[in-house]
């Protein structure tokens, strides 16, 4: 079935420091779509994005849907304490609703 | 909007008891969709409904399993036997499509413990 790698698997970096993950997967999506988890609490949607190449903003967070529609990447700057959580992406295929996700990235911020 | 609503938000039952978990989506979407979250197999989608129709429940994992929504504004997702094995976080998302664009929100959870 569909499967998304997503990498790395947990994070933990300083306060300041800039911050990547990716997600790759065998089949093409039309939309690729960010979610942050915190604990105790249900997937908050960071960033979407459906349309290849797009690159889009949300503060401190940028992510770009790949040319291939295979792939996607987050990127957070200067990162915060705030930003701890668990990070997902998430791929769908158009008109069938169904999300496939990632498996998470655990980032920690020291402060 | 106050978001999608689940109820409760925690659960713990002893095994063999009927578990029922609510769902209240966000008012004008109209697809609904229930997930489950554990640590071994991350998150998985169970059903998920569109204008109160289920369209996909290959993600059920057995006859021990059933959702139904009655109406727009309400769903629910029901454990009969529950087991131990049922427990996780279970998720409601809902959306809406439109103009090629369909993005999901995600409920608080129901913390699902069957002892």
């Known amino acids: 079935g569909q499967q998304l790698n997503q990498s790395p698997q947990s994070m933990f970096i300083q306060e300041g420091e800039d911050v990547s993950m990716n997600c790759t997967s065998s089949s093409i999506f039309n939309t690729w779509l960010w979610y942050k988890q915190d604990p105790g609490e249900g997937p908050v949607l960071l960033i979407a994005l459906y349309k290849a190449g797009e690159l889009t903003s949300n503060g401190r967070l940028t992510a770009q849907f790949g040319i291939t529609r295979k792939d996607s990447f987050l990127n957070i700057s200067a990162s915060i304490p705030s930003d701890v959580g668990i990070y997902f992406c998430a791929g769908q295929r158009s008109n069938t609703g169904k999300l496939i996700f990632g498996q998470g990235t655990t980032l920690q911020v020291k402060p | 909007d106050a978001g999608v609503i689940q109820s409760p938000r925690h659960e713990v039952t002893e095994m063999g008891q009927e578990v029922t978990l609510r769902c209240k989506p966000i008012s004008g979407h109209n697809s609904l969709f229930w997930y489950r979250q554990t640590m071994m197999r991350g998150l998985e989608l169970l059903i998920y409904?569109?204008?109160?129709?289920?369209?996909?429940d290959s993600g059920m994992p057995e006859d021990r399993f059933s959702a139904k929504m009655p109406n727009a504004s309400f769903s629910t997702l029901k454990i009969q036997p529950s087991e131990p094995r049922d427990s996780a976080v279970y998720f409601c998302?809902?959306?809406?499509?439109?103009?090629?664009?369909?993005?999901?929100?995600f409920g608080p959870g129901t913390r699902l413990l069957v002892l």
């Open positions: 998302a809902s959306s809406s499509y439109s103009g090629g664009e369909e993005t999901q929100y």
């Open positions: 409904f569109n204008n109160n129709v289920p369209i996909d």
